[in-house]
């Protein structure tokens, strides 16, 4: 394979887990992904009892680019229908919003003790008003990405083991699915989301993919795939202080 050009002669890909601190399995496949394979960044879920212990190795692990996970609720797809399976706010109100936005953020400060490197949200509900502008705001004064809302760094979400009703696609997150997206890529910053998991121990529609995810991430395929292409692993701090423009 021929090294990939970029804008500087590179491609820059952040691959980044959700939901880090939701459970423990969920971080020991986090934490699996970034020692053993090619994750570089992690966004922590701070309302969840095991985001204390996220944190700590992340405050330990300064390789590990840790943003925020936004968690205003989550549906799943059962017997034909979404439903709900909690709700932490009403996603209608914008104070509600607000606050809870500007709660989690707090949160984030006192378990990191530092700002975030990037923003993005559980099951994207940042991209819907009232909390897309909300979001946003806050983004914009911190100086970082915000998923798919920022010009800098392109999303990739093609990673993922089930269609939008939760059948099974089994075939998306093999190693040789992710080898094929890392030869899609375009010049600059990419953002490949993922969801590994050493334990399905989560009551979510998305579960026993999360450990393919994490056998395909760590797989050295994937790996010897990455530097053959040229490609750059970095987190979400590598994108610098280039000016944010939101779409």
Same mark, same amino acid.
């Given at each position: 394979?021929?090294?990939?050009?970029?804008?500087?002669?590179?491609?820059?890909?952040?691959?980044?887990? *959700?939901?880090?601190?939701?459970?423990?399995?969920?971080?020991?496949?986090?934490? @699996?992904?970034? !020692?053993?394979?090619?994750?570089?960044?992690?966004?922590?879920?701070?309302?969840?009892?095991?985001?204390?212990?996220?944190?700590?190795?992340?405050?330990?692990?300064?390789?590990?680019?840790?943003?925020?996970?936004?968690?205003? =609720?989550?549906?799943?797809?059962?017997?034909? !229908?979404?439903?709900?399976?909690?709700?932490?706010?009403?996603? =209608?109100?914008? #104070?509600?919003?607000?606050?809870?936005?500007?709660?989690?953020?707090?949160?984030?400060?006192?378990?990191?003790?530092?700002?975030? /490197?990037?923003?993005? +949200?559980?099951?994207?509900?940042?991209?819907?008003?009232?909390?897309?502008?909300?979001?946003?705001?806050?983004? =914009?004064?911190?100086?970082?990405?915000?998923?798919?809302?920022?010009?800098?760094?392109?999303?990739?979400?093609?990673?993922?083991?089930?269609? *939008? /009703?939760?059948?099974?696609?089994? !075939?998306?997150?093999?190693?040789?699915?992710?080898?094929?997206?890392?030869?899609?890529?375009?010049?600059?910053? /990419?953002?490949?989301?993922?969801?590994?998991?050493?334990?399905?121990?989560?009551? /979510?529609?998305?579960?026993?993919?999360?450990? @393919?995810?994490?056998?395909?991430?760590?797989?050295?395929?994937?790996?010897?795939?990455?530097?053959?292409? =040229?490609?750059?692993?970095? +987190?979400?701090?590598?994108?610098? +202080? #280039?000016?944010?423009?939101?779409?």
């Amino acid at each position: 394979m021929n090294p990939r050009p970029g804008a500087d002669g590179r491609c820059y890909l952040i691959v980044n887990a *959700d939901d880090f601190g939701q459970s423990a399995g969920v971080n020991r496949g986090i934490i @699996q992904a970034h !020692e053993q394979g090619i994750l570089t960044s992690a966004s922590l879920m701070v309302r969840w009892p095991h985001a204390g212990e996220a944190a700590s190795y992340a405050r330990g692990n300064a390789s590990l680019g840790v943003g925020i996970h936004i968690d205003l =609720g989550e549906w799943a797809f059962r017997d034909g !229908e979404w439903v709900r399976l909690y709700s932490v706010v009403d996603e =209608g109100d914008p #104070t509600a919003v607000e606050q809870e936005v500007s709660s989690q953020l707090a949160a984030f400060r006192r378990l990191m003790g530092r700002d975030p /490197t990037h923003i993005d +949200s559980h099951q994207h509900v940042h991209r819907r008003e009232p909390a897309r502008s909300i979001v946003s705001q806050i983004a =914009g004064t911190l100086g970082v990405p915000l998923r798919d809302l920022d010009a800098r760094v392109r999303y990739c979400g093609n990673f993922y083991g089930q269609d *939008d /009703t939760g059948a099974a696609l089994p !075939e998306g997150i093999t190693a040789d699915a992710l080898v094929g997206i890392l030869s899609g890529l375009e010049p600059g910053f /990419t953002e490949l989301c993922c969801h590994p998991a050493a334990e399905p121990d989560l009551d /979510t529609m998305y579960r026993l993919e999360r450990l @393919q995810e994490l056998a395909s991430l760590c797989d050295p395929h994937v790996r010897d795939a990455v530097g053959a292409m =040229g490609i750059e692993l970095c +987190s979400f701090s590598r994108v610098g +202080s #280039t000016p944010a423009k939101s779409q």
